[in-house]
T-cell receptor, first 110, second 113 residues
Framework: DAKTTQPTSMDCAEGRAANLPCNHS???????VYWYRQIHSQGPQYIIH???NNETNEMASLIITEDRKSSTLILPHATLRDTAVYYC???????????FGQGTRLTINP | NAGVTQTPKFRVLKTGQSMTLLCAQD?????MYWYRQDPGMGLRLIHY???????AKGEVPDGYNVSRLKKQNFLLGLESAAPSQTSVYFC????????????FGPGTRLTVL
């Protein structure tokens, strides 16, 4: 699986859009970008995934660059409950395993 | 629909004691996983199973054993606990193939003295 690089930590004001970047310059054509988050002391939670098109669901939007070497997870109106560690994972569809890196610790400030 | 449940939620062991952590899922998922998470660290895969009666080693399998006798249950055993096994243990499950959407349990916080 391709390696990902994320900032260690980020801050965002409540009510603003939180934009979390992820670099995956070695991604291959059949690998998807997945995002999970882990709120303190809880198990990780799936957020969204995509291959090459931008994706949106009730939780977030995923923007993947045209060359697929990087992506951005967007939380459009961040709330205090969005404070969590966000993991960007690149993996082929149907893979048996996921590899969780260190992720980005996002803090939403009032 | 309970999703993924883990038993117990907390446990304190003495070095050398044994215990079994139970993971149960009611989503009919084929794949199940055990992860550990140390303070300030990401999740590391201990063992996983792609179906009833099958298990495989993950990234950090030493000191642990697993069994998947029933599709809905995945057991993680510590035969002789060590302080280095103090951690939070998460179980997860997913369908075979398709999206890599794993569903996680609430975790078991284990302390080995």
């Amino acid at each position: 699986d391709a390696k990902t690089t994320q900032p260690t930590s980020m801050d965002c004001a409540e009510g603003r859009a939180a934009n979390l970047p992820c670099n995956h310059s070695t991604i291959s054509g059949n690998e998807y970008v997945y995002w999970y988050r882990q709120i303190h002391s809880q198990g990780p939670q799936y957020i969204i995934h995509g291959l090459k098109n931008n994706e949106t669901n009730e939780m977030a939007s995923l923007i993947i660059t045209e060359d697929r070497k990087s992506s951005t997870l967007i939380l459009p109106h961040a709330t205090l409950r969005d404070t969590a560690v966000y993991y960007c994972i690149v993996v082929i569809q149907g893979a048996q395993k996921l590899v969780f890196g260190q992720g980005t610790r996002l803090t939403i400030n009032p | 629909n309970a999703g993924v449940t883990q038993t117990p939620k907390f446990r304190v062991l003495k070095t050398g004691q044994s215990m079994t952590l139970l993971c149960a899922q009611d989503m009919n998922h084929e794949y199940m996983y055990w992860y550990r998470q140390d303070p300030g660290m990401g999740l590391r895969l201990i063992h996983y199973s792609v179906g009833e009666g099958t298990t495989a080693k993950g990234e950090v399998p030493d000191g642990y054993n697993v069994s998947r006798l029933k599709k809905q249950n995945f057991l993680l055993g510590l035969e002789s606990a060590a302080p280095s096994q103090t951690s939070v243990y998460f179980c997860a499950s997913k369908w075979a193939g398709g999206p890599n959407t794993q569903y996680f349990g609430p975790g078991t916080r284990l302390t080995v003295l």
